[in-house]
């Protein structure tokens, strides 16, 4: 029942029109309390959170070790597929940059590369 | 020193970015060894997969614990799938990234892991270092068909005279062992791998003995039994011990059959022992309730039988077009107060070629093995079994069952006629010579020269309460004086006339010098 409502309120979330999907929330409280199941709700707010924080794991990032290498990382990960407006910096890469969209991933990063390294000849 | 620097420059120098994009996948929760992944839309069942400890981490947090850990794919879901988790469950978090291997779970395999011991995964466990075996082969796949197949006609001999006599197990047949636990399932399998070492080195099989679910103790113990009687230089144990996680007791009979098939393709010979599939069964029921499959009968999944019969399955002797290599499988099954009726018990009996049946209650007797020759049976061994054992064991088991009848019968009776009392002595004497202490298997000759003497008449005039002493002796004088009487059995394989003349004038000349 629950995941039915999820999947309504994510549908009307897509639709453009802001009042059409707040008109949506409010049928589906009204329909809540008609059925006697308002206690859902909580729970749907919950679904709804998890759906909203797996969507925004999907979103294009991409990271870059330095300020001066983002037009470079971004010209790259485009010309990969993977489009996005700015560029955050991650120290932690040494070098180079990694990119990541919609489960896919581009890591171009020397620590990525270091890490190889080090598996191939500890190994 | 400079060979590390040279090492590591080279690899720097051989380093190019890789621009290809990997699919990734983000755990979504994680509990019980099982982690849910968000994402991994392509990804496919059985597939591993590699949580990745390192992503969110400096270089040098990264560098402090840079060991992968795997999972393998069980769940295809909506928006994602479920994986259980092949290695230290607590170091899996939320968030944590998760990269597709696009590979099925496999196992390095080879003859670099004779005398090994290694986990489901094929990781060495016993402190010697990497195992070096080059080959690796999905732990999961189809077994041969029946065009690749060939009758099972090689005796795969056990040393257990019990065994061997009524209960021949063939190469590439699948014998189940059950019985309550402290009944001598694993010592019969044990024994069954020490005795290969009185074969000669070409038919000589390769032994892997896979432990599921049991006391690390007692696989160390087993180990150093193996390696004190030189069993290890053809043997290999793969152990996931009642420590490990469900995933990997659930693994383990797969990763050791996966290891006796490089060698059955080989054109060689392998032994392998499940011990035991009652504790594969009960992991597997806990990693498909944990990953909501609907229970079935006893809380096992549906699909429990199909466990089963896919490993088992994989046993076979190939044909000579396919090398002619044949995998021989010994499962294990513990019952619950002799219940053989029972859910995993009765689709095991049903998926194998036949059953040694072990019983407390002769075990309490003092009957080793404690083998129940009515309900044991082997449904293709005969068809193996060798001239020579065919010709003096024909009979004993029809015997036994008599003498067992009657002796039942006794117990109520005290009065017996002359026929009767000769037919329950002669029962004893052969139950005395069918006893057979743990760790003393004996060659396939000198069983058929035993076995022969007593059930030819020659120990009739031992009681019953001798023979045991009479056996050993019997045993000396055999090794000693009929030297070539076993050499011939050995090599013919059968008890030709010229060496069953010159055995019985032996035996004529043992009994003289021994009659009271």
């Known amino acids: ?123 | 020193m400079n060979s590390i620097i040279e090492r590591i420059e080279k690899e720097i120098a051989a380093w190019a970015p890789e621009v290809g994009a990997e699919e990734v996948g983000v755990v979504r929760a994680t509990g019980d060894g099982i982690a849910e992944i968000d994402g991994l839309e392509k990804a496919v069942l059985s597939e591993m997969v590699l949580f990745d400890p390192t992503f969110d981490r400096t270089l040098t947090e990264a560098l402090a614990d840079p060991n992968p850990i795997y999972g393998l794919i069980l769940n295809l879901e909506e928006d994602g799938v479920r994986a259980v988790i092949l290695g230290d469950a607590s170091k899996i978090y939320e968030g944590m990234l998760v990269r597709r291997l696009n590979r099925l779970l496999s196992i390095s395999v080879g003859p670099e892991l004779v005398g090994r011991v290694v986990n489901p995964l094929g990781e060495p466990v016993d402190g010697k270092g990497p195992t070096k075996a080059k080959e690796e082969r999905p732990i999961e796949r189809e077994a041969y068909g029946v065009i690749d197949r060939a009758p099972v006609n090689v005796p795969l001999h056990t040393g257990i005279k019990a065994v061997d006599a009524m209960i021949p197990i063939g190469r590439g047949q699948r014998e189940l062992i059950i019985g309550d636990r402290g009944t001598g399932k694993t010592t019969i399998a044990i024994d069954t791998i020490i005795n290969q070492k009185s074969e000669s080195a070409t038919t000589r099989p390769i032994c892997i003995y896979v432990a599921i679910g049991q006391k690390e103790s007692k696989t160390a113990k087993l180990v150093a039994e193996l390696a004190a009687r030189g069993a290890m230089e053809y043997s290999i144990v793969v152990t996931a011990p009642a420590s490990s996680p469900a995933a990997l007791q659930f693994l383990a009979p797969f990763a050791g059959a996966t290891i006796g098939e490089y060698f059955m393709e080989q054109g060689k010979d392998a032994l392998v022992v499940y011990d035991d599939l009652s504790k594969q069964a009960v992991a597997y029921r806990q990693l498909a309730l944990l990953l909501r499959r609907p229970p079935g009968r006893e809380a096992y999944p549906g699909d429990i039988f199909y466990l089963h019969s896919r490993l088992l399955e994989r046993a076979a002797k190939l044909s000579k077009e396919k090398g002619g290599g044949s995998l021989t499988a010994l499962p294990i099954i513990e019952t619950q107060e002799g219940d053989v009726s029972a859910y995993i018990p009765t689709n095991v009996i049903s998926i194998t070629d036949g059953q040694i049946y072990l019983e407390t209650n002769l075990f309490n007797k003092g009957q080793r093995p404690a083998i129940n020759v009515g309900i044991s049976v082997s449904r293709v061994g005969s068809s193996a079994q060798t001239k020579a054992m065919k010709k003096v064991a024909g009979k004993i088991k029809l015997e036994l069952a008599q003498f067992r009848e009657l002796e039942a019968f006794m117990q109520f009776s005290s009065d017996l006629d002359p026929e009767t009392k000769k037919r329950i002595d002669a029962g004893r004497r052969m139950t005395e010579i069918l006893n057979q202490g743990r760790g003393v298997p004996l060659p396939f000759e000198m069983e058929a020269a035993i076995i022969f003497t007593a059930t030819s008449g020659y120990l009739n005039s031992f009681a019953p309460e001798e023979i045991k002493e009479v056996e050993e002796k019997l045993r000396d004088y055999l090794y000693r004086e009929a030297g070539g009487v076993l050499a011939a059995i050995k090599e013919s394989r059968e008890i030709r006339e010229e060496t069953e003349k010159t055995l019985r004038e032996k035996l004529d000349a043992f009994v003289a010098q021994h009659k009271n």
């Open chain 1, 1 to 123: 029942m629950i995941d039915t409502y999820t999947r309504i309120l994510e549908a009307a979330a897509e639709v453009e029109d802001k009042e059409a999907s707040d008109a949506a929330v409010t049928k589906l409280i009204m329909h809540l309390k008609s059925m006697g199941r308002l206690k859902m709700l909580p729970q749907i707010a919950r679904e709804l959170r998890k759906v909203a924080a797996r969507r925004a794991a999907r979103r294009p990032v991409i990271e870059v070790a330095h300020h001066k290498e983002a037009a470079a990382a971004l010209r790259a990960a485009a010309a990969a597929g993977i489009s996005a407006s700015h560029t955050s910096v991650n120290h932690g890469l040494i070098h180079g940059w990694r990119a990541r969209s919609h489960g896919r991933l581009i890591d171009h990063s020397a620590k990525r590369a270091l890490l190889t390294i080090y598996q191939t000849v500890t190994r």
